[in-house]
Structure formats: C-alpha cells, structure tokens
C-alpha cells in the first residue's frame, strides 16, 4: 500500500498493510534540525523589507505572507517525508501584521477573526501566540462577519487552492497531504475572536447570538473546504480545542445546542463531495464522544494522555464510528523519552486502538520542544509493531 491508500483504510475502518503514521505539524525549529536551515529566516526577511522599504514596510511584507506561508509549509512537508510519516496536513493561516508591539517590542499580528497574536520567535521562524480578541461588542462582531462572508471568503478561497496545489504536487508522491484550518477552526476562531469575557457574557445572555456566530465561521470554512477539494484534498482536520485538562470548555449541552449545527453543516458538505473529515481537539474530550459522533466526523485526533484520555475507554465507546488518531504523549515520550519508552507507548497504542483497523499513529500534539529522533523512534516503532494483522 502507499501512503494514501494506507490512511484511507484506516479512516474506512479496515485493516492497512500497517498502521499509518500522521502528526499535525513539524514545528519550523525541528524542519530546520531536519532539512537544515533556510539561507534566511522569517524575521531576517521582515528585517530585509523594513530596510528596503520607502514606504509602509508592513504593507510590503504583508504582500510576501502567502509566499512565506507555501514555502514553510511545503518544508513542514518536505521534513515529514524524511522522517517517514504516512500523512501530513497542510493550511492557510489567515493572518497579517499590524502597525504594533507588544510591551517587550515583539511584533503583533491580526487575523480575519479578529484575533491578536504575538509572533514569537522560534528559532528565527515565525510562531504565533494568542493574545486577545478584538470583536468585543455585537457591531464589531457583525462588522467582522460581513467581511468573512465576503471578500474574506473570495480572497482565501483562491489562496487555498493555490496553496494545496502547489504544496500537494511536490510532495504527493512521496507522503499522503491532507488540509487542516488549524488556528481557523470554528470553535476557537469565535470564543477567541470575541475575547472569553465577552464570548462567555454573550454565551450566558444571548445563546442564539453565539450559535448564529459559529455558523458564519462554518460557512467561511465550507467554502475554504471547497477550494482544497477542487485543488485535489480528500481528507480535512477541523481544528478547535474544546477542553481544558480535565473539562469540557462548555457544558456538554451547550455544544450539541450550538456547535453542533455548524460541525454537521461542515462534515455534510464535505461528505457530498465523497471526502474525509476529522475533528482535533485537545484536552479531556471524553464526555463530548457522543456529541463529536453525531456531528459527523469521521475521525478524532488529539487522544492527550495527559489529560486523562483513556484509549481504551474512547475505543469502546466509539466503537468503528470514529477512527481514532493520536494517544502517544507528547509531554515526556516524544521531548525526552527513551527509546524503549517511545517503543512501549507505540506497541501499547496499537494493542488498544489498532486491532480491525480504524487507528492512525499520531502525537497527541506538536510543539517546538518535541526530539526530533523520538519523532523517528515513533516512527520506526509503528513499522515494527504496527504491522496487520496485530498480533496478541
């Protein structure tokens, strides 16, 4: 099997060859440890244009965004192919820097959802980190949707498809390439658009506003969705933390109620186009199973051990209506774990979750602190252990 067919059995529920590997992301420090470093960094380009501008540097660089974004994406690729990973995931991350500074003079960025990010530097790459929101009252909110449903959606919708075409056909012989809207998905991209002082008075006082409100972000992400089909994509993660460590964000009721319509108007449009779809989330996701089924999705990543997420309990519980990704601990086992460590958590994923199929290896997250030779121990152990059928 190659690695699409391979992925695509175990999102089908059956038996691959083996047991596919995937992770969400390989931050840019690791690519560099893999692929070596660029001959110049993200903040050595910003410092270039500010140098060479004569006018309104950040409009220049702003210009460069789209370009930057295929080329860091395209070595995430690239660094996932030398390391052996079946599957990779790929998106556009809708942001732009703004005239401002945080109070150290870090650089600030603003994305379409009205969110303000730190761009913090790893390593010389790019790597944002949520502030604040910005649609702090009803007006700045509908403000901020009329441009989403508009030339928000026409402009991303075109960057989306030349995006995943460009980066996809580089790489689609050598690794399977698959579309995220991480740091767009619906559930975030509200609550921390609107700030939680605001999305949480507002989530109390007026549900319907909130629900109305997660619908116009599924709508712009539909349409993103689109343009990665129509460029070649058949497999999305719908990105959107919907737990802390040890709850929920919001009572179980409060998602099926509001969320919900949104989830099963994304996974029905991508269904009718006869694509896969699975949903991430950190945290302690347990008691949302039910409500994560009947939205639709095909998959769930994320399985945090960390957070109390017991494999074996979501297995049971989800049966072969979700084909399970993640579980291996990405707080000791894949920063600074032993080899027999990452090979232990692999063969005891696999014990759980692999049996009939329906498993996908995975970190249950990706940060800059992960080894990149635990990644390739993970990698390595999934090929020794992972293959089907499973032995007892």
């Known amino acids: 099997m190659n690695q699409k067919e391979r992925v695509l059995a175990a999102l089908n529920h059956e038996e691959p060859d083996r047991v596919p590997t995937h992770a969400i ?3 840019a420090n690791n690519v560099d440890k893999i692929l070596g470093k660029p001959e110049i960094n993200d903040f050595q380009t910003m410092e270039q244009v500010k140098q060479q501008s004569e006018g309104n540097w950040i409009d220049e660089f702003n210009n460069l965004v789209e370009s930057v974004q295929t080329s860091i994406f395209s070595r995430c690729v690239e660094a996932s192919v030398k390391i052996g990973l079946d599957c990779m995931q790929i998106g556009l991350v809708p942001l732009k820097f703004i005239d401002e500074q945080d109070a150290n003079g870090i650089p600030v960025m603003q994305d379409i959802f009205g969110r303000i990010w730190r761009a913090l530097n790893n390593e010389g790459n790019f790597n944002p980190y949520y502030i604040r929101g910005t649609t702090n009252t009803v007006a ?17 919708s ?13 790489h689609k012989d050598d690794i399977f390439v698959i579309a995220t809207n991480d740091l767009a998905g619906v559930f975030e991209s509200t609550w921390q658009g609107m700030g939680i002082e605001f999305f949480t008075r507002q989530l109390h006082k007026d549900k319907e506003f909130i629900k109305k409100a997660f619908d116009v972000i599924a709508d712009f992400t ?23 460590k040890n709850r929920p964000m919001m009572s179980p009721r409060d998602f099926h109620d509001l969320l919900l319509p949104a ?41 945090e051990p ?7 309990e979501v297995k049971t519980k989800v049966d072969n209506k979700l084909c399970l990704m993640g579980g291996i601990d990405v707080a000791h086992v894949l920063v600074d774990g032993t080899k027999q460590e990452v090979e232990d958590a692999v063969k005891n994923a696999i014990k759980i979750a692999g049996r009939g199929g329906g498993y996908i290896i995975s970190p249950a997250n990706m940060h800059p602190g992960i080894s990149v030779e635990n990644l390739k121990w993970m990698v390595d152990a999934t090929r020794k252990f992972g293959n089907y059928p499973i032995p007892d």
């Open 25 to 27: 992301l390989i931050d």
């Open 140 to 156: 700045k909110w509908n403000d901020t949707k009329e441009r989403l449903l508009g030339p928000y959606t026409e402009k991303y």
């Open 158 to 170: 075109k960057f989306a498809k030349r995006f995943f075409k460009s980066i996809n056909g580089k």
């Open 222 to 244: 539909i349409a993103i969705n689109k343009a990665y089909i129509d460029a070649g994509c058949e497999v999305f993660i719908e990105s959107g933390d919907l737990a802390y």
């Open 263 to 303: 989830y099963q108007k994304i996974t029905t449009a991508v269904h009718e186009r006869g694509k896969k779809i699975v949903l991430h989330s950190d945290g302690y996701i347990t008691p949302l199973l039910d409500f994560i089924m009947e939205s639709g999705f095909d998959g769930l990543h994320s399985l």
């Open 306 to 312: 960390t957070a109390g997420v017991n494999l074996s």
